[in-house]
């Protein structure tokens, strides 16, 4: 193995491209399809959770305000902080939140605790939704994984973004001519199409692959370098201290509480104020803190992002209602810290608006087909060349079946979490665990499936019943949400709840596109020419078929030679 | 209507970038057997110019950050479209292109 | 006879690391561990020379190098795969580790501040 270290640079870079890409494929393609997902973290779980009741489009911030002070004054008089969230952008419900503080007397303690509910607009009453893990489980997966403690998981994937780091350079490098092939795809010649979808799903998105790889890894930087902030200012809380106070500065016009009691003015005696400022019904969450004592303020955030600083927010006394402070991301930092906070406001995207975060979401996509392509062509070229000699090594058919439990099992897997959220019951008490427990054992068994089927089936045709599964589950889910629920897409469509209706209709172009491999698999094969397509979840390949053909062939050729 | 502007260039840089490149001029015209070195660099000069129109213009509309964010992700997608038509119906390229265009002039109306 | 041990078990050595596997396994050690160590190393002296010579804040110099850190760390593990003798890349690796310790013990005896 060494002598293929050696040689010249290229070269080496070619071999380093190869190994360090297929030794971390699975699990990078775990993260960028979770990551992906989680750009739409708050539309999956207003998916996962059908009985927030549909909101019509005229939204009255004031009556919202009014339902919800009345619901919170009646749960949560003694609260020191009130909270509430509209539904507007990305949220999909009226939500209210409170800390309760509590003396405990016996032992002295202060215990504090966070309540929230969810309220009907109609009605003024809270909902009781199920307690799905939703789209934020997903998100959550694709740095910490699942199963092993989050540090753990936080240098693992930081190490696997590392090898995607060091891919994507080797890959520059060994890739000659990026403009001249920048539109090259030919299809149907095997290892060709595959390398050109594999370079088109690269090149194309490369700032953004550059981008996410470089901020992911620095999304954890405190983690993983912790080494330089000790060299400099030494170990320990109080010395790193030293270090935030300097960087991260936090908005100290916040009073804390000063112990003597006050009124406080309700929500709507400020609400002239802010519509004067940002217009009308243009609040994210308004709050109030220190509930009742003199030093209370209430602070609302602007909905909507100009540009990628922070959110402005206003603060207002809560006692007179005068306007205490006006953020627009707090002071200027320096540029270190500026080229920090755009890398991670660009890796998390909060900033899109709907357009901007399909293009997030495609470009992650194209990212795990980058993956999930470079995985195949590793095999298609060595079945090739395995073909020729009449013989496979094991790694190869290790390879072979890996990659479709893999690919399309994550895929499939993701359909049962689904399946699972609307199939459990509603006030099913572990639901949230064994909604990704569901989903582990699927990817599992996907994983095991090649190996019972091994006999039976050619890899070609495993990947046409992977990818025909997948089809089936995806095409099904927006019937079975006909049947469990209220929220389909007969309701949303006609209602204009774009965001329900439009993940029905995503679920639906993906069975399309799963179908749609399927079907290449088992219905064009033994054609001449192979019908390779660019849709990332496609990904199939005939060349155990066509490789049967050339077999057959050397074997003729043989026999003619004597 | 400023960002429409901005989309038309991209398109019209892809398509006249693509263009430039020999392969991609062949599958579109495939009846031009040897299209001259000077075509092709005039292509190319004008695909990158239009790009950069693109560019400056998004720039333009939603500041440094948020417009380079968007051009990326656009001339993204813009591309992939560009590669499959290319492959699959390259007598299609400059047509779809423009009706690409279209919905995405309709959709920009919406929300950006 | 403790010759003779002596000399099987510089035999047995030899021959484990003439095997192409462990020259790998030992290669992609050197990659992340080292590479890691060398990085960090190298992290910490930019940082101090960034907040001494060039930028004026500690804080800053901190900050930037740790994020250039990742791309010191990835140009190691290229260069150490990039078909240099496995020894060369063994001995460069020490050398450098140890030279930037030493200069990080010199100007940076107790922390910067």
Redesign the interface.
């Known amino acids: 193995m060494s002598k293929t270290v050696n040689g010249n640079f290229r070269q080496s870079m070619k071999w380093l491209h190869t190994w360090a890409g297929l030794t971390v494929a699975v699990v990078l393609y775990f993260m960028f399809i979770t990551g992906s997902a989680g750009y739409f973290n708050n539309e999956i779980t207003y998916w996962m959770q059908p009985e927030i009741p549909l909101i019509n489009n005229e939204i009255d911030q004031r009556e919202m305000i009014a339902i919800a002070e009345k619901r919170l004054a009646k749960v949560a008089p003694n609260a020191s902080e009130w909270w509430i969230d509209f539904p507007i952008g990305r949220e999909y419900a009226l939500s209210i939140w409170w800390k309760d503080v509590s003396n405990q007397a016996e032992d002295g303690n202060i215990v504090e605790e966070w309540n929230d509910e969810l309220l009907n607009l109609n009605t003024g009453e809270p909902v009781t939704v199920r307690k799905t893990g939703g789209g934020d489980t997903l998100y959550y997966m694709h740095y910490a994984l699942h199963y092993i403690p989050s540090v753990l998981a936080y240098w693992i994937t930081s190490l696997f973004a590392m090898f995607m780091l060091i891919g994507l350079i080797s890959g520059i490098v060994i890739h000659k001519q990026i403009f001249k092939d920048f539109f090259t795809f030919r299809k149907g010649k095997q290892q060709h199409s595959w390398r050109d979808m594999h370079n088109v799903l690269s090149v194309l998105p490369l700032p953004f692959h550059i981008m996410i790889t470089y901020s992911g890894l620095l999304l954890f930087m405190f983690t993983t370098m912790p080494s330089v902030l000790t060299a400099t200012y030494g170990a320990g809380e109080d010395n790193q201290a030293r270090f935030n106070d300097v960087v991260f500065v936090q908005d100290a016009e916040h009073k804390d509480a000063a112990g003597i009691a006050a009124k406080n003015i309700s929500f709507s005696r400020i609400l002239a104020d802010v519509e004067q400022r940002w217009g009308e019904n243009q609040i994210a969450y308004i709050g109030i803190e220190n509930r009742g004592d003199i030093n209370a303020h209430i602070e609302l955030g602007l909905h909507g992002y100009d540009g990628l600083d922070d959110k402005p927010s206003l603060t207002y006394n809560a006692v007179n209602g005068e306007l205490q402070h006006v953020s627009q991301g707090g002071r200027t930092p320096s540029a270190a810290k500026k080229f920090y906070d755009l890398m991670i406001m660009l890796h998390e995207g909060k900033f899109s608006g709907s357009i901007l975060r399909w293009l997030y979401f495609i470009s992650g996509l194209m990212g795990a087909g980058m993956i999930a392509t470079g995985m195949i062509l590793w095999a298609t070229k060595r079945r090739e060349r395995a073909d020729k000699k009449g013989y496979a090594s094991k790694g190869l058919i290790l390879v072979e079946r890996l990659n479709v439990g893999s690919i399309v099992g994550l895929l499939i897997a993701i359909a049962v979490y689904f399946w699972v959220n609307r199939l459990l019951p509603a006030n099913f008490s572990e639901r949230e665990s064994w909604e990704i427990n569901g989903l582990f054992i699927c990817w599992s068994i996907m994983f095991a499936y090649p190996y019972f089927l091994a006999n039976k089936r050619t890899i070609n045709q495993l990947w046409g019943d992977q990818l025909t599964i997948a089809a089936i589950l995806y095409g099904l889910l927006p019937a079975l949400n006909f049947l469990t629920t209220d929220n389909h897409l007969g309701n949303t469509l006609f209602s204009g709840s774009w965001v329900l209706a439009g993940f029905d209709l995503t679920m639906l172009v993906f069975s399309l596109c799963f179908a749609y491999g399927a079907y290449l698999i088992f219905h064009k094969k033994g054609n001449a020419v192979a019908a390779t397509h660019t849709i990332k979840e496609n990904n199939s390949s005939n060349s155990r078929v066509k490789s049967a053909d050339v077999n057959v062939v050397v074997v003729k050729t043989a026999e003619l030679a004597k | 209507m400023m960002m429409l502007f901005a989309l038309f260039f991209m398109f019209v840089g892809l398509i006249v970038?693509?263009l430039s490149?020999k392969?991609?001029f062949k599958q579109c015209y495939p009846q031009i057997k040897r299209p001259s070195l000077r075509l092709l660099f005039i292509f190319r000069l004008i695909g990158y110019l239009s790009l950069s129109i693109s560019i400056y213009l998004c720039v333009l509309m939603?500041?440094l950050?948020?417009g380079l964010?968007?051009w990326?992700?656009?001339v993204?997608?813009a591309?992939?479209l560009?590669?499959?038509f290319?492959?699959?119906r390259p007598q299609w390229t400059i047509s779809s292109s423009l009706i690409t265009l279209l919905c995405i002039a309709w959709?920009?109306g919406?929300?950006? | 006879m403790l010759n003779f041990i002596n000399n099987r078990i510089q035999q047995r050595m030899n021959h484990i690391i003439q095997q192409p596997a462990f020259a790998m396994l030992s290669r992609i050690i050197a990659a992340i561990v080292g590479g890691y160590v060398l990085s960090n190393l190298i992290a910490i002296l930019l940082s101090y020379l960034l907040s001494t010579v060039w930028i004026s804040t500690t804080a800053d110099g901190v900050m930037i190098a740790m994020q250039l850190s990742y791309l010191i760390y990835a140009v190691i593990a290229m260069w150490i795969f990039s078909g240099k003798p496995l020894a060369h890349v063994w001995r460069t690796l020490t050398f450098s580790c140890l030279f930037s310790a030493f200069l990080i013990g010199i100007f940076m005896p107790e922390g910067l501040l």
Do not use: D, K, P
Request: aromatic content about 10%.
């Open positions: 970038f693509s490149m392969r991609n939603q500041g950050g948020l964010v968007i990326f992700g656009a993204t997608i591309s992939l560009q590669v499959i290319l492959t699959y959709l920009t919406i929300n950006v």
